[in-house]
């Protein structure tokens, strides 16, 4: 009776055994088979990740370098016009700021110009004049140049107006502004063409 006792000890044993262990080793497969699949969907998601990080980088590195010639360009453009404007500023500034603090000169232009506007206006004329020069221009303008126009010229001196004159109609309406900085603006529009032309072909 032990032995059959024992017998079948052993055999529930060795069963139980055996299906524990065939249950153990599906268990194990499965667990190996969801291991892949996770490594597997882990290894697809690495390499999109890592596909669309180059992507970006192309497109960032694409993008920089667009900025990076724009930029470029810009500043180019820019250092043209500055040094294009430094050298119209040496070229015109300073030959009219000279001949207009010239009185001799000066008296030509105020000549001119007034009868230019003596034809155009009834009206008597007021000059704004460069206080530097109030010495010789005020008895040329109160004397020779009202006697010129055959009307009264009112005159102011201003230390605002280094050279050249503004003039207009004596009720002050208006006004036209022919000083040493307008003349050179004015100049200097004519001259950026060909200093261009010079500086950059």
Do not use: C, W
Not at 51 to 64: F, G, I, T
Not at 76 to 102: F, G, R, S, W, Y
């Amino acid at each position: 009776m032990t032995d059959k006792l024992q017998q079948l000890t052993d055999k529930l044993y060795n069963e139980g055994l055996s299906k524990g262990k065939q249950e153990g080793e599906a268990i194990v497969a499965e667990a190996q088979k969801k291991a892949e699949l996770l490594l597997e969907n882990a290894r697809k998601e690495a390499a999109e990740i890592i596909q669309k990080a180059k992507a970006d980088s192309a497109d960032l590195k694409h993008k920089a370098e667009s900025d990076v010639k724009m930029a470029s360009a810009q500043a180019l453009q820019a250092a043209k016009k500055d040094i294009e404007n430094v050298v119209v500023a040496q070229l015109a500034q300073e030959p009219v700021k000279k001949a207009l603090e010239d009185a001799s000169f000066l008296k030509e232009i105020i000549t001119e110009v007034a009868k230019k506007f003596s034809a155009q206006e009834s009206a008597d004329l007021s000059l704004v004049l460069p206080e530097g020069l109030q010495k010789e221009l005020e008895p040329f303008v109160k004397n020779e140049l009202a006697k010129v126009l055959g009307k009264e010229v009112k005159v102011a001196f201003s230390k605002k107006i280094a050279g050249g004159l503004t003039i207009g109609p004596a009720d002050g309406s208006y006004f036209v502004s022919l000083t040493d900085e307008t003349f050179a603006e004015l100049i200097g529009e004519y001259m950026r063409p060909a200093t261009k032309k010079l500086l950059f072909g």
